[in-house]
């Protein structure tokens, strides 16, 4: 990454009681949330498809398909020194202690007021003395290959976030990649967003109503160094 790091000034306001709306409402050009180090979960990326923003053809930043400089902790620096993480806080899940036979302890707070923790959670989401186990996304790639033309061809492979399908029931976790369930933090229960180790790893949906604090004001598309993808999609090499 060649930008370089610099210290930045936030102020987010999210609401002390928060509650589930009737709907729920997409990432769109804001952080899901913040760290309990300060540090924001910006999970989108700013490049789409031959540039066709707002469409699902939005390039996925953990896919690899893009030049990010993401680093160790699957985060980056923006070009005007903002580092924001893309996928699982590698570093500060270590110095969290996070522990496959333990319940995750909160690691920040997503925009809509709603706690957040990391991988692992109660496997009876209403039994604080039920085993602990590891949270599973309900999304799943879709088969087959992308409709070309226009859009991007090839296998539907994680590139684009338009790869993958929600499927109802498919894994522990609803559309937010959350759950309502007790937590050591919440014995009574509340809503909370889980990280995990498949996609979409930060949820890319609210389940309360976000912040206004957390819109995104940042640079133009186009990465580290202002550089856009390429006008027509192939999938890169398989590692």
Request: aromatic share 12%; proline share 12%; glycine share 12%.
């Amino acid at each position: 990454n060649p930008n370089r790091l610099s210290a930045q000034k936030y102020v987010y306001k999210i609401p002390a009681k928060p509650t589930r709306a009737k709907e729920v409402t997409p990432l769109r050009m804001q952080s899901f949330g913040i760290a309990i180090n300060g540090v924001p979960f910006d999970p989108g990326a700013a490049e789409f498809y031959r540039g066709q923003r707002g469409t699902k053809w939005q390039y996925e930043p953990l896919s690899g398909a893009i030049a990010l400089g993401i680093d160790v902790s699957h985060a980056h620096v923006q070009p005007t020194g903002a580092y924001h993480y893309h996928g699982l806080p590698t570093k500060l899940l270590s110095d969290v202690n996070l522990e496959a036979d333990k319940h995750s302890p909160i690691i920040g707070w997503a925009a809509d007021g709603f706690p957040m923790y990391a991988v692992y959670g109660f496997s009876d989401p209403k039994n604080a003395n039920s085993s602990i186990t590891r949270m599973t996304s309900s999304y799943r790639l879709i088969e087959g290959n992308r409709p070309g033309g226009d859009e991007p061809d090839g296998k539907y492979d994680g590139t684009f976030v338009g790869d993958y399908e929600y499927v109802v029931g498919a894994g522990s976790l609803d559309q937010c990649n959350g759950r309502f369930a007790v937590t050591p933090d919440f014995p009574e229960g509340t809503y909370a967003d889980f990280w995990t180790e498949d996609w979409p790893v930060i949820p890319r949906n609210f389940r309360g109503t976000p912040a206004e604090s957390f819109q995104r004001h940042g640079p133009p598309p186009g990465g580290p160094r202002g550089r856009r993808p390429p006008q027509r999609f192939r999938p890169p090499p398989r590692q």
